[in-house]
């Protein structure tokens, strides 16, 4: 063993001197002038706030009380011709030493009081809007990846929360033009890594609390959200969004961060108690989740956000397991799997949320169930979308209905239909009632007719079609908005007989759930469904029940339709409203049928469901009962044309204007309702002028027209194939 050289001690002893001087003499320098760097930084930061956010920062005092602590006094912050946005009467913080060292600035201690942020909207001016600046070379494509960018943030987010807190009288207001939230925290305290808060909202309205640990240096939040002595809300989202939303306690944890591989993963846990949602667009009664938690594992790649299926969702008695990914580039592309593993029943039954879905309140079942859920859609490929939805069933059995009987289907019942939410005259559905007809006294022709245009393989699928759910998906991306359904005549049946009329997401859903048990027990014989569903629909205004629409538009019994009469009934089915629309007023059908007539035809013959006909399936004998002819007028073919090739113009809108029936005049101008005269103050055209612009919007409807009859031509189609 060698030791070491005298000489070599000593040299290195005198460098490490050197630079303990050299070290203490910057120190010292430093020292001595920091409150010259101090100044000479906020006047950087004043200069930088003006003239990129034109914000006027005004500080009254700033200086050093510690070796690493300043203490400021009277700031205000105040936008260019804004309102003022932010004043702290005394602010004083602490950094700790050696994050600063290696260039990360860590908050140790932070000491705020009597603080008001003011938060101003209205008439679409901001204070705030500055946040929403983008930078000059924001438009630079940035090389770093999601998942750095998601690791950056957490640090700088972590960071700025200070192991030591003592924060009292902040107020923080936000104004609009309609509503004021106010919210004043009496006291924030972090202490040894605990969290306590007092927050006053709306003048005594509420005191909120937010308590629990809070760990920055390691990564780890235990925080809960709740209200003292009543629910936790948000007092203005009834009022500006129509959302009723509260609940008892709100916990989040942050368990650990992971950064590496590529990856930064993010596991987290969240979880409430007694949540109320009420939205019209959700539900039409409150849904409540007495308790409900998810272990959510978020992975974040340079090009992707996930939440890993890791992650489990528990409701009560259910556990699911999620998986959602969506990739940002090179293109859109969004994954979404959910399933379980074998359930009972009834535990999941019993796990739905109160008011959620209300017809299958109080059900009894028995058996076990498990749900699978598949959906990958490139949004650049929208028609190559992938999608599968079902429910596997192990000795499922209805032992007792709840607040449903979902068996009333199968006797003579009452039906009440309704009208934007208004209840029609109820027909009831059984022998006694003339109008009733037994699915044997249908024209065969009418109901594969129908059959074809709605649901061409009702006898052989299990309630959904997978692949017409999947076409509705791709069609409504492609066209931004929901222009396809995927419903079943299952599915309908249900909707109209058990299920609120109103559009939400909830009603969608429960239908599923009645479709799936009707159809998984066997609880209605496929030819008693079609015969229900034939003599409750609506085909046209207060028009329900094939017996009724037969009589209205031919004269005739269900059992005498033509092939021809039994095409244009299932024309209108979607379009109910608009039927008249279909005939001149000699009662001939209008022309622009004719190539539905021959799609259907064809289909139905396809399947042996008719004889090939090249005379267009009985168009051109078909005739509107006479009594009904002089109900139409002559009207403008676009008109018309339009109102039939626009389901959604029709159906339910009571202001549709009937054949005959001209335009409703228009509302008088200002200078009528003035003077009680005509409004001069536009240039009238001339007749030739009104007579090119008429002749004009015609061609525009006319291709229109034609461009909207391809589409619904080639949906049919689809529909037909599938």
């Known amino acids: 063993m060698h030791r070491l050289n005298p000489k070599y001690i000593r040299i290195a002893s005198i460098v490490l001197g050197i630079l303990l001087l050299i070290t203490l003499i910057g120190g010292y320098l430093a020292y001595s002038k920091r409150e010259a760097i101090l100044q000479s930084a906020i006047n950087k930061a004043k200069a930088k706030a003006k003239a990129e956010y034109n914000l006027d920062v005004k500080i009254g005092q700033a200086h050093f009380t510690g070796l690493s602590t300043v203490a400021f006094s009277n700031i205000s912050v105040v936008p260019e011709q804004r309102d003022s946005l932010l004043s702290i009467r005394y602010f004083v913080i602490s950094v700790k030493l050696m994050p600063l060292i290696i260039g990360d600035i860590k908050l140790a201690d932070v000491g705020l009081h009597d603080g008001h942020l003011n938060l101003v909207s209205k008439n679409g001016v901001r204070n705030f809007d500055f946040l929403f600046k983008k930078k000059k070379n924001s438009n630079k494509k940035s090389t770093t990846g999601l998942n750095d960018l998601a690791d950056n943030l957490i640090n700088q987010v972590l960071y700025k929360i200070p192991d030591n807190l003592n924060l009292t009288n902040f107020n923080t207001t936000f104004t609009d033009d309609s509503n004021q939230v106010k919210l004043f925290t009496r006291s924030a305290i972090i202490k040894d890594g605990d969290l306590m808060s007092t927050i006053v909202v709306n003048d005594n309205y509420a005191t909120w609390h937010l308590a629990g640990k809070l760990n920055p240096s390691d990564k780890e939040i235990d925080v809960k959200l709740y209200a003292q002595g009543r629910k936790f809300e948000l007092p203005f989202l009834e009022s500006k969004f129509k959302l009723k939303l509260n609940f008892d306690t709100l916990t989040t944890r942050l368990n650990k961060v992971e950064h590496g ?13 007694n949540l109320l949602i009420n939205h019209p667009a959700l539900s039409d009664s409150n849904v409540t989740v007495p308790v409900g938690s998810i272990d959510a594992n978020l992975f974040v790649g340079g090009r992707y956000v996930s939440l890993d299926s890791s992650s489990v969702i528990h409701l009560k008695k259910i556990t699911a397991h999620p998986y959602v990914k969506y990739t940002m580039r090179p293109t859109k592309i969004f994954a979404v799997k959910m399933h379980t593993d074998w359930l009972p029943a009834q535990d999941v039954f019993d796990s739905f949320p109160q008011g959620l879905f209300t017809t299958l309140e109080g059900i009894k079942v028995t058996g076990k169930v498990r749900y ?48 934007k939410g208004k209840p029609m005259p109820a027909r009831f559905i059984g022998p006694s009632n003339p109008n009733f007809t037994p699915i044997d006294q249908i024209a065969p022709e009418l109901q594969h007719a129908v059959m074809t245009a709605e649901d061409p393989s009702f006898y052989t699928h299990h309630g959904f079609v997978q692949e017409s759910l999947r076409r509705s998906i791709a069609t409504n991306l492609k066209e931004k908005k929901f222009k396809r359904g995927g419903s079943t005549i299952s599915m309908q049946l249900v909707k109209n007989t058990f299920l609120s009329r109103k559009k939400t997401l909830v009603r969608k859903v429960e239908e599923a759930i009645i479709v799936w048990m009707i159809e998984n027990t066997r609880l209605m014989s496929k030819r008693r469904m079609l015969e229900v569903y034939f003599n409750i629909i609506e085909w046209g205004r207060n028009i329900y029940g094939i017996g009724e629409a037969s009589h209205f538009y031919f004269g005739k019994s269900p059992s005498d339709l033509t092939i021809g009469e039994s095409i244009y009934l299932a024309s209108i089915v979607p379009n109910p409203k608009a039927g008249l629309y279909a005939f001149e007023p000699d009662g001939t059908l209008r022309y622009r049928l004719h190539g539905y007539f021959r799609l259907i035809g064809n289909l139905m013959a396809s399947r042996g469901w008719a004889q090939r006909d090249t005379n267009a399936y009985g168009f051109y004998n078909v005739r509107l009962r006479e009594g009904l002819r002089q109900r139409i007028a002559p009207v403008d073919t676009a008109v018309a044309d339009s109102i039939l090739a626009n389901p959604d113009a029709a ?6 204007v009937p054949p005959g029936v001209t335009e409703a005049p228009k509302e008088p101008g200002f200078f009528q309702r003035l003077f009680g005269k005509k409004d001069t103050s536009k240039v009238q055209a001339s007749p030739d002028d009104s007579a090119k612009a008429n002749r004009k919007r015609e061609r525009e409807a006319r291709r229109e027209q034609k461009r909207l009859e391809k589409e619904r031509l080639k949906a049919l189609h689809d529909r037909g194939l599938g």
């Open 651 to 656: 159906e339910g809108d009571e202001q549709v």
């Open 372 to 419: 699978n859920l598949h959906l990958f859609l490139d949004t650049s490929r929208p028609d190559d979308v992938q999608f599968e939805s079902g429910m596997a069933q192990q000795g499922f059995r209805i032992v007792q209905f709840g607040k449903t009987d979902f068996d009333k289907l199968n006797k003579p019942f009452t039906y009440v239909p309704y009208e």
């Open 261 to 273: 591989n590529d990856e930064t993963q993010i596991y987290t846990y969240l979880a409430v108690r």
